[in-house]
């Protein structure tokens, strides 16, 4: 099991940048894949972006590709998301999670593929 702790949200006007951290603590960050959700109260937490383990491959919803960036430093034990252009709909709690020794590609954007998740830091975006 693998501890999170998400950092870097805050309050930024459309067009703006923030960047969010996620520090893992505990088992070999090396090998965990590594996804960042959102939610929004009353709604599905939603996928937003992951990197697989081996290859450092990434993958983004949609909405967000083309804007937000999602990496990790192994060194650091920590993964990182850039979040570029922000929009007032990306406004939400921003969630960390991972899965050692990665998941099912097919499964990669599936909330029940990760076990281990940080509390979430949130991100407003004014208009």
């Known amino acids: 099991q693998v501890q999170l702790v998400e950092s870097g949200g805050g309050s930024v006007q459309s067009g703006g940048s923030l960047r969010l951290s996620c520090a893992a603590s505990?088992?070999?960050?090396?090998?965990?894949?590594m996804a960042w959700f959102r939610q929004v109260p009353g709604k599905e937490r939603e996928f937003v972006a992951a990197?697989?383990?081996?290859?450092?491959?990434?993958y983004y919803a949609d909405s967000v590709k083309g804007r937000f960036t999602i990496s990790r430093d192994n060194a650091k034990n920590t993964g990182y998301l850039q979040m570029n252009s922000l929009k007032p709909d990306d406004t939400a709690a921003y969630f960390c999670?991972?899965?050692?020794?990665?998941?099912?590609?097919?499964?990669?954007?599936?909330?029940?593929?990760?076990?281990?998740w940080g509390q979430g830091t949130q991100v407003f975006v004014s208009s």
């Open positions: 999670a991972a899965s050692y020794s990665g998941t099912i590609l097919s499964q990669i954007r599936e909330k029940l593929s990760y076990p281990d």
């Open positions: 505990g088992r070999s960050f090396g090998r965990y894949s």
């Open positions: 990197i697989r383990w081996r290859g450092g491959y990434t």
